[in-house]
C-alpha cells in the first residue's frame, strides 16, 4: 500500500448517522459524539492540523426521505438544514468540553445559536487553530450535506475531504451483502460515476473532479483513524483524478 501526502487542513465530512447508536437507528448517542470529538482534538493537540467540519441530518430529519413523503420538497430540506444544527452545536459542545476551540457557522442566520457563514471569517478561525463546523448545508432546497462538504472545502482551500463512514473504504459492491466483495485502495472520479459508486452524491463527486480535489473513504469510528488519514497512511480509499502518464 502506498503512503500518501501528509495534509495540513481538511474538510471532515460525517453523515447524521454517524452519530446515532446503530440499534435504536436515530437521534444523537453522545458516545459516539464524544469519541468523534476526543479523536479530532487529539489530531488539533498532536499534529496542529486545521479541521472544517460538515454534519449531516440524516439521525434527525432528511428531506428525501420516507418521514418526508408528500411533504412540500422545500420544506423538507429546510427541516433536514435544522437538523444539522442541531447535531452542529452536539459536536461543537463535545469539542469544547475536550479543550478544543470551536465555532459553528450557519448558512441559515440563526444568530443567537451560531454565526452566519462567511468564508473569510472562517478561514480565519481555522488559522488561529479553531474548528469550523458548517451547518445548515448550503441554505438552499435540493442540495445534500456532501455537495456542501465539496463546496465548503473548496471555499476554504481544502487539501482533501475526510469521508467518515461505517465501512473501510469504498467498494465495488455492498460488503454488508456480498462478503465477497472488493475494496479499492485507490479510484477515480469518472469510475465512481461510471460504477455508480455511493462514495458522495454526483453533484459533489463531480465538484471535486472538476476541481482535482481528493476525497478519503475511511471507517470512522475505528479509535485513530482520523489521525492516520492525516498523516498519509493508506487508510480506507483514496478517490482522485486520472494519474497523468
Known amino acids: 500500500?502506498?503512503?500518501?501526502?501528509?495534509?495540513?487542513?481538511?474538510?471532515?465530512?460525517l453523515s447524521g448517522e454517524a452519530f446515532s447508536d446503530p440499534?435504536?437507528?436515530?437521534?444523537?448517542?453522545?458516545?459516539?459524539?464524544?469519541?468523534?470529538?476526543?479523536?479530532?482534538?487529539?489530531?488539533?493537540?498532536?499534529?496542529g492540523t486545521e479541521v472544517g467540519?460538515?454534519?449531516?441530518?440524516?439521525?434527525?430529519f432528511r428531506g428525501n426521505s420516507p418521514a418526508a413523503s408528500g411533504m412540500d420538497r422545500s420544506s423538507a430540506d429546510h427541516?433536514?438544514?435544522l437538523a444539522t444544527v442541531i447535531n452542529?452545536?452536539?459536536?461543537?459542545d463535545a469539542l469544547e468540553k475536550a479543550g478544543v476551540e470551536t465555532r459553528t457557522?450557519?448558512?441559515?442566520?440563526?444568530?443567537?445559536?451560531?454565526?452566519?457563514?462567511?468564508?473569510r471569517r472562517a478561514m480565519r478561525h481555522l488559522e488561529k487553530g479553531r474548528v469550523v463546523i458548517f451547518a445548515a448545508g448550503l441554505g438552499?432546497?435540493?442540495?445534500?450535506?456532501?455537495?456542501?462538504?465539496?463546496?465548503?472545502?473548496l471555499e476554504i482551500g481544502a487539501d482533501a475531504i475526510l469521508k467518515g463512514t461505517q465501512v473501510d473504504g469504498v467498494y465495488d459492491r455492498d460488503p454488508k451483502q456480498d462478503p465477497s466483495a472488493t475494496r479499492y485502495e485507490e479510484i477515480d472520479?469518472?469510475?465512481?460515476?461510471?460504477?455508480?459508486?455511493?462514495?458522495?452524491?454526483?453533484?459533489?463527486?463531480?465538484l471535486c473532479m472538476d476541481n482535482a480535489l481528493p476525497i478519503v473513504v475511511f471507517e470512522l469510528l475505528r479509535e485513530g483513524n482520523i489521525r492516520r488519514v492525516v498523516r498519509g497512511e493508506p487508510v480506507g480509499t483514496l478517490v482522485q483524478p486520472v494519474p497523468t502518464a
Open 1 to 13: 500500500m502506498t503512503q500518501r501526502a501528509p495534509l495540513q487542513r481538511v474538510l471532515l465530512k
Open 79 to 81: 427541516m433536514g438544514m
Open 105 to 119: 457557522q450557519t448558512a441559515v442566520a440563526m444568530q443567537e445559536l451560531a454565526e452566519p457563514y462567511i468564508r
Open 140 to 153: 438552499a432546497p435540493y442540495f445534500t450535506t456532501d455537495t456542501t462538504a465539496a463546496q465548503r472545502a
Open 53 to 60: 467540519v460538515v454534519v449531516g441530518g440524516g439521525n434527525i
Open 23 to 47: 440499534e435504536v437507528k436515530g437521534g444523537i448517542d453522545p458516545r459516539i459524539v464524544r469519541q468523534v470529538a476526543e479523536e479530532i482534538a487529539e489530531l488539533k493537540s498532536s499534529d
Open 189 to 206: 472520479f469518472l469510475s465512481v460515476l461510471n460504477q455508480g459508486l455511493k462514495v458522495m452524491d454526483a453533484t459533489a463527486i463531480s
Open 88 to 92: 452542529a452545536l452536539a459536536l461543537q
